[in-house]
């Protein structure tokens, strides 16, 4: 079965930089579209980036932009999200997905403190 698992969630300061990967399994990794979403404590789930199979084309919420880059590794069957520049606001879980079957599927989520 589809599985998604995400690590690389930490306590960070203002200003610093983490990079969070998610490993995926169960399916044809390099013929999906894979997408990080985050989610804070009592906000609504959001998109944060986007990347298609073959990581030709990226999307970012604008929230993100110039800050966070995503990117894969097909080989590997490996998304990554590089974050720079963290703010407060950043805080959150972080979750990987993906759409297989007409469904969304989710990791469990690694959690991004940001916080001096």
């Known amino acids: 079965q589809v599985q998604l698992v995400e690590s690389g969630g930490d306590l960070v300061q203002p200003g610093g930089s983490l990079r969070l990967s998610c490993l995926a399994s169960?399916?044809?990794?390099?013929?999906?579209?894979m997408r990080w979403y985050r989610q804070a404590p009592g906000k609504e789930r959001e998109l944060v980036a986007r990347i298609t199979s073959d990581g030709g084309s990226t999307n970012y919420a604008d929230s993100v932009k110039g800050r966070f880059t995503i990117s894969r590794d097909n080989a590997k069957n490996t998304v990554h999200l590089q974050m720079n520049s963290l703010e407060p606001e950043d805080t959150a879980l972080y979750y990987c997905?993906?759409?297989?079957?007409?469904?969304?599927?989710w990791g469990q989520g690694t959690q991004v403190t940001v916080s001096s």
């Open positions: 169960g399916f044809t990794f390099s013929t999906y579209t």
């Open positions: 997905s993906t759409l297989y079957r007409a469904t969304l599927r």
